[in-house]
């Protein structure tokens, strides 16, 4: 199965820099937040395991969330435009995206800088062997998989971005395996954006 995601454009105000961050070697920050997770889906392990039809509604689920989060970076380069880095964004959190992610900035000489990322957390999770089994307790599986982001920032030193990204998953002993109902899945994401820079008077 394959999974494809619109491409919008967001318009949003942040900090410019010349390079990933402003000064060479170790960063970082580290936050507690807290909010609420909610979902809804027939797919969802913490509703009901066993069902009676496939017409019944899939339950609200919502739970309470506190966890500090943050990020560490190492910037290096004769113009501080490499860096290695692992953690959670700040852009990503703002929009409700949990993701770790392990990656690698190039600041190009062109302007652009080049993100490329490793996302090993995004996709897994718990879900039914059989969601559409009926009258019979389901039984929990795991689901894996990994995410690859290419991020272009400042495309030739303008204001322009795009976030792409693409992701892998695997329902293990998936009933529905070999089926049209079968769930693996390849996953395309896409995201352009125009960033308005802040300056501050110094």
């Known amino acids: 199965m394959k999974k494809y995601l619109a491409l919008p454009v967001l318009f949003i105000a942040l900090p410019c820099y010349a390079q990933p961050a402003p000064k060479e070697g170790v960063s970082g920050e580290i936050s507690l937040n807290a909010g609420i997770i909610s979902s809804t889906s027939n797919f969802n392990v913490e509703g009901d395991a066993t069902i009676n039809s496939l017409d019944n509604k899939a339950k609200s689920e919502s739970e309470g969330l506190i966890a500090p989060l943050g990020n560490v970076a190492y910037t290096f380069g004769e113009t501080l435009g490499q860096q290695i880095y692992f953690g959670t964004a700040r852009e990503d959190i703002a929009v ?33 062997q059989n969601p559409y089994q009926l009258n019979t307790a389901r039984k929990e599986t795991d689901v894996t998989g990994n995410a690859y982001r290419l991020q272009l920032n400042s495309i ?5 971005s795009l976030d792409l990204a693409y992701a892998a998953s695997e329902v293990a002993d998936d009933l529905n395996a070999g089926t049209d109902l079968a769930r693996d899945a390849d996953s395309h994401y896409g995201k352009a954006g125009l960033r308005q820079c802040k300056h501050t008077v110094q």
């Open 96 to 128: 409700g995206t949990l993701a770790v992610q392990l990656g690698y900035k190039h600041q190009l000489g062109s302007g652009t800088e080049v993100d490329v990322s490793f996302l090993p957390t995004v996709i897994s999770g718990e879900t039914w």
């Open 156 to 160: 030739s030193g303008s204001s322009f």
